[in-house]
């Protein structure tokens, strides 16, 4: 029972190499997406998904980049990090109900860009 | 726009005590109020939700959420805190006009429960 499974865990990144977070759940969610965390600022959305090939930016979409091949899968793409991407990531899935979706969470990634 | 507003950063009880976490919110349409709550290097759990209905909405872990449209507020409360229930407490809401699971959160909110 898996559920949304992030790797890696913890990531120490120089300025601008590129890397790539990864989110996968199998709960067949049709809907995917990817928060950070940053003290005091709660999250705030980066990209989204709302099914295989489909994509949209959130809130703060700037030196990312998603791509979404399969249902399981939504990896988001650092291009170039900078220190000001140091944050925790998290990625979050949801399946429509007319009851109201309920978002689960991965474990999150922490990333730390030097 | 959309937004969350806790207003307390931090929230002192004592064990045994009741306790409240704020949040109030600006959304058009029927909003959808969720609570998270996060324990130190961990995800998001999920608390509860308010989608349609009654008011008073119950919890996982003994907590509950009182819904009041008039005050647009939806603030957490629990009639008797552990120690356990120190965490970072997120309000979050989604507009049911875009039920695409985006939600926007609060800033989080620290309980601290001293024994």
């Known amino acids: 029972n898996a559920g949304v499974t992030q790797t890696p865990k913890f990531q120490v990144l120089k300025t601008g190499q590129s890397m790539t977070l990864q989110c996968a759940q199998d709960?067949?969610?049709?809907?995917m997406s990817w928060y950070r965390q940053d003290p005091g600022m709660g999250l705030r959305l980066i990209h989204y998904?709302?099914?295989?090939?489909?994509?949209d930016q959130g809130e703060v979409p700037n030196g990312y980049n998603v791509s979404r091949s399969t249902t399981e899968d939504f990896p988001l793409r650092l291009l170039s990090a900078a220190p000001s991407q140091t944050s925790v990531y998290f990625c979050?899935?949801?399946?429509?109900?007319?009851?109201?979706?309920?978002?689960?969470f991965g474990e999150g990634s922490w990333l730390t860009v030097v | 726009a959309q937004s969350v507003a806790q207003p307390e950063d931090q929230v002192n009880v004592a064990e045994g005590n009741p306790l409240t976490v704020k949040c109030t919110y600006s959304?058009?349409?029927?909003?959808?109020l969720f609570w998270y709550v996060q324990y130190p290097n961990r995800g998001l759990q999920f608390l509860l939700k308010y989608i349609t209905g009654d008011n008073l909405v119950k919890g996982s872990y003994g907590f509950e959420a009182e819904f009041n449209k008039s005050q647009t507020s939806f603030h957490l409360k629990k009639p008797s805190a552990l120690v356990s229930d120190s965490a970072l407490y997120f309000c979050a809401v989604s507009s049911s006009s875009s039920n695409t699971g985006k939600l926007i959160f609060g800033q989080g909110t620290t309980l601290q429960v001293k024994p």
């Open positions: 959304v058009s349409g029927n909003p959808y």
């Open positions: 998904s709302v099914g295989a090939g489909i994509t």
């Open positions: 979050a899935s949801s399946t429509y109900r007319s009851s109201g979706n309920t978002i689960y």
């Open positions: 709960m067949n969610h049709e809907y």
